[in-house]
Each structure stands twice: as structure tokens, then as C-alpha cells.
């Protein structure tokens, strides 16, 4: 008796993304036809349990457009719908789906957010950079960098702080104290009995 592996599912306007988590899969097979019937079959582990799959999709796929990638750790495919339109459900039968086929959450974008997140897809889509000249910027290429100047102004930097500029001030016994100055043992604090 074959086993079922988990499968997770996601979808987009145009295209479903099935992913079957089985590691090491071997002897891995597919079946997709047009009319939607998907059929997986592989084998796992040492013992090369059987694993099988096989499902009526809601409608119609282009075969010919459907791809799979096997991997170390699940095969993944990418199924090309017949028409452009939203399912409301991966499979033909109605109610609650098998145990183990489950939404993919990672690759889940909702129906209304979907042209949204074709825009955020593009690199630098987030970002709005108007009529910025990055040629301005001089940030390498052509011309090296001169850093001549740079020696000399360190030279002149004081990096003393305000607090080491401050003034000497006398300490509560009168002695006057540099900073880093202890003060000396005869320096007694007044007491007031």
C-alpha cells in the first residue's frame, strides 16, 4: 500500500505551484493531463517506501506549459492553468480536502494583493528614485581617488574633548586637581559635628 507525502499548494491568476514534500525521492513520476488529473509516484528512505499521489485538479492545465523540479527535499511544480482565473479550491471534488494536502503559506499571495505583488517583485519597485543623477555621486570608475588632503587635516584635528579643555577647578580642599590627578591623603573631607 502506497503512502501519501504531504502537499502543499499555492496558486496565482495564471499558474498553480505544487509542492510535494518527500526527501530523497527516487524513481519519481508524473502524470499531468489536460483535463487536470495530476498523478505523482516515487519512492523514499532506505526501505524505498512507496508514495503516490493522485488528485483531479479543479479545471483544466497546459501540459505543455507545466514544469517539475526534483530536489533533495521535495519536488516542486509549476502547473500552467488553461485559463487565466482564480481557483476557489485545487480540487474538482467539493468539501473538505485530503489531510494531506495543505495551503503552501510561503508562497500564498491573495487574489486582491496579487498585482500588488507583481510590482513588489521588481527590484527597486519599493523604491522611488525620480530624477536622481547617480553620475553625480563619485562613487568610483573612471577617476581616482585623491585623498592628498586628507593627512593634513587629521594633522590639525585636536581631539580633545570639552571636558579635557576645561579649566582646572579646585577641589573642596583648596588643592588645585588636574584630570586623572588623585587627590592627595592630607585632602580631608570637612566634617561637621
Known sequence: ?????LVRWAQRTDKLFITIDLPDAKDVKLKLDPEGKFFFSATSGVDKIPYEVDIDLLDKVDVNESKA??????????????????????????????VFIKVDWDKWVDE???????????????????????????????????????????????????????EEAPSAGGEHLNKGDAPSASAEPESKV
Open 1 to 5: 500500500m502506497s503512502h501519501h507525502p
Open 69 to 98: 523540479s526534483v530536489g533533495l527535499r521535495n519536488i516542486c511544480y509549476l502547473v500552467k492553468k488553461a485559463e487565466n482565473k482564480w481557483w476557489s479550491r485545487l480540487l474538482k471534488q467539493e468539501g473538505k480536502p485530503p
Open 112 to 166: 486582491d494583493e496579487e498585482e500588488d505583488k507583481h510590482e513588489e517583485d521588481k527590484p527597486g519597485a519599493d523604491m522611488d528614485f525620480g530624477n536622481f543623477d547617480f553620475s553625480k555621486l563619485n562613487m568610483g570608475g573612471g577617476e581616482e581617488f585623491d585623498d592628498g588632503g586628507a593627512d593634513k587635516e587629521e594633522a590639525n584635528y585636536d581631539s580633545d574633548t570639552e571636558e579635557e579643555n576645561a
